[in-house]
């Protein structure tokens, strides 16, 4: 999509605007393992404009969230069993991302496939989330108001094929999985946004993009997008793109290097300059 295109998805900002307006999201996931995936998700939220963060996690992991990003609302407990419950009493939640950095369980997937079925509002599905739907496949509807967003091995593991398979014919992966489960995005080199009979190729972005916890924190703009009152696909596209606009300003300086925490700092000067006409 070229710059005009994507300054028309991006969400009102009236001068008399309060937080909610930007909207509530919810993150829910980290572990023991993976205690940064989450905070980086909550980054790239904010970065992105979102009027709301909750994270959703263990004790320990809001513990180490809290000591770096002092703007999220934290909900914890260590019985991740209990977290549907806990998710589903958060007040006035626009939109739920669920999976950075969760790991693998039995309780992550009778959590997310549980959240798949009854989260009220729109979500998103990232990392083991992906895993955790994977295993439950078969007893699982498409929802029109969700977005996936796998890299080629998640895409396997959804499919049943290979991530060779995958990466051999990537638009029709997309739209399998598309038909399959609603608005999917397929990352990688030209990233691939499929959802019913829309279908866009973003040509934004590069190697400075393949680096740990860059897709968390897309997870996390493009659940900012969604919380925002985009729908599924607009939200994808305008993430996606703003994200890979984010990793060629970084790219100036060189391929290798880069942090996921900075793709998510670049986000606001991306959306600042498609807002600006820059």
């Not at 980054?43 to 404009?49: I, K, M, P, T």
């Not at 004790?59 to 000591?67: K, L, N």
């Not at 260590?78 to 991302?97: C, G, H, M, P, Y």
């Not at 499919?159 to 638009?171: M, S």
Request: aromatic share 6%; glycine share 12%; proline share 5%.
């Amino acid at each position: 999509m070229k710059a005009e295109e994507l300054r028309k998805l991006l969400p009102p900002r009236p001068e008399d605007m309060h937080k909610g307006f930007r909207g509530r999201l919810l993150i829910a996931g980290g572990s023991v393992r993976y205690p940064g995936a989450p905070a980086l998700s909550a980054l790239g939220a904010l970065r992105s404009g979102a009027g709301v963060v909750t994270l959703l996690s263990l004790q320990a992991v809001c513990t180490v969230c809290a000591a770096r990003l002092p703007e999220v609302i934290y909900c914890f407990d260590d019985d991740t069993f209990r977290w549907k419950e806990l998710a589903l009493s958060q007040k006035n939640i626009d939109a739920l991302v669920i999976g950075p950095g969760l790991d693998r369980s039995v309780a992550a997937e009778i959590f997310t496939s549980r959240m798949w079925r009854e989260w009220p509002a729109k979500i998103l599905v990232d990392g083991d989330g992906l895993n955790a739907l994977a295993v439950s496949r078969d007893d699982l509807k498409p929802r029109k108001d969700s977005v996936m967003t796998p890299h080629e091995g998640e895409a396997g593991r959804l499919l049943g094929i290979t991530p060779e398979q995958v990466r051999a014919d990537r638009p029709g992966a997309v739209r399998e999985l598309s038909e399959r489960w609603g608005c999917v995005v397929l990352k990688g080199h030209h990233t691939l946004v499929a959802s019913g009979k829309k279908y866009a190729e973003i040509p934004y972005g590069g190697a400075e993009l393949s680096v740990p916890g860059s897709g968390d924190v897309l997870s996390g703009c493009i659940g900012a997008f969604l919380a925002g009152g985009l729908e599924a696909f607009d939200a994808a596209v305008l993430g996606a793109s703003v994200h890979g606009l984010a990793g060629e300003i970084l790219s100036r300086e060189g391929v290798d290097g880069v942090l996921a925490s900075e793709i998510a700092n670049t986000l606001r000067k991306v959306i600042h300059g498609l807002r600006a006409g820059k």
